[in-house]
């Protein structure tokens, strides 16, 4: 009896039943096909140009269609929200490289007493309180040519107060001590190379400090579309983002260039707006105007179409740029004025301070 049990079962290789066999085959197809999902092929990994541009364009649009319905998503549930009388949700702020800077202990605080303290003792308070008026003094390096001449004379026109003389063949010492002898707040050398004004020293003066920034990317106002010419009045001054102890140093140089109290009549403003230690200069004239936009009426009732639009008046600023433009990075900040062989340096520039996309400084 115990043999004829043991033929009577079936074989583990027997051929399953046509039913199940299907079954298995489908089982099998839905795992291939959820590996190919999970290994999906990258552009980078075909070597054939045309199928791996089309497979970028594809991915692209995919990409592309899947943020504009995160978009509409978004923009029904605020309008819902709206509806409803409920909060709308709250806006996802994007990851910037901004926002997401490395932490630094040198960024200022508004309670900080010990910065406010250092301001007040500084060597430009004299100038930001107005007991002295700013008086620049504008040269160059021995060999000037190219650019130079035309970017000083804007220059000139952008800071009141400002006066050029001709190097000729005097060191920058005896530059300094021409400068102190007459009263000058502040000198600026403006340096070119290959016929391009490429680097600017700022030097405070009676006693420093000296800046030296690497200028780059400089567009004269002729090169500017539809720019403005402009006026004599003294311009208003925007510093931005110098947050950190050093920023604030360079801010307040930057700032005693300028005079103190600007004439709101005359419109004009030049920004000066750190990103990513960049410097950006900017020149602009503007103006205020007022703009009739028509409101529709939420009336149903209203039949005639004047009562159906109602103007309503809005301000809006309009630009005009005057230049010239450029960019500015800090490349070195020394104690007391222009000195390359025993002057002590606050702040260098080094190779090894770029190894992070997210660490600034000013």
Not at 21 to 49: C, F, M, V, Y
Not at 91 to 120: F, H, M, S, W
Request: hydrophobic residues 30%.
């Amino acid at each position: 009896m115990g043999k004829d049990k043991k033929r009577k079962q079936p074989p583990s290789d027997a051929a399953a039943p046509p039913g199940d066999e299907g079954e298995g085959r489908r089982e099998r197809k839905g795992k291939k096909h959820k590996k190919d999902k999970a290994e999906a092929i990258l552009p980078s990994q075909i070597k054939n140009k045309e199928k791996r541009s089309e497979l970028h364009a594809k991915l692209k649009r995919e990409k592309k269609a899947e943020k504009r319905k995160l978009a509409r998503e978004r923009g029904q549930a605020i309008r819902r929200a709206e509806e409803l009388g409920e909060q709308p949700p709250e806006r996802q702020v994007p990851r910037t490289i901004e926002n997401t800077r490395e932490p630094d202990e040198t960024v200022c605080r508004p309670d900080d007493k010990e910065l406010y303290a250092g301001n007040d003792a500084d060597e430009f308070s004299a100038v930001l309180k107005q007991h002295i008026t700013p008086k620049v003094l504008i040269t160059t390096c021995r060999f000037n040519s190219g650019r130079g001449p035309a970017f000083i004379e804007e220059l000139m026109q952008v800071i009141p107060n400002s006066h050029y003389v001709k190097r000729g063949t005097y060191e920058l010492k005896k530059i300094v001590e021409y400068a102190k002898n007459r009263d000058f707040t502040s000198l600026i050398v403006v340096h070119t190379n290959r016929r391009e004004p490429d680097a600017l020293l700022i030097i405070g003066l009676p006693d420093g400090p000296t800046a030296h920034f690497k200028l780059s990317k400089l567009v004269l106002r002729k090169d500017i579309k539809n720019h403005g010419n402009p006026t004599s009045h003294k311009p208003e001054l925007v510093l931005n983002n110098f947050t950190t102890r050093l920023g604030n140093r360079v801010g307040r140089m930057i700032q005693s260039l300028f005079p103190q109290d600007p004439n709101f009549r005359g419109r004009r403003v030049v920004t000066f707006h750190n990103q990513r230690d960049y410097i950006f200069f900017r020149h602009h004239r503007y103006i205020f105007d007022t703009k009739e936009s028509k409101v529709a009426s939420k009336d149903k009732k209203a039949k005639t179409s004047e009562s159906k639009s109602q103007p309503e008046k809005q301000v809006i600023c309009r630009l005009q740029e005057c230049g010239p433009r450029f960019t500015l990075k800090l490349l070195t900040l020394q104690h007391g004025t222009f000195d390359t062989k025993s002057g002590e340096y606050e702040w260098v520039h080094k190779p090894d301070m770029d190894t992070s996309r997210r660490r600034f400084f000013l």
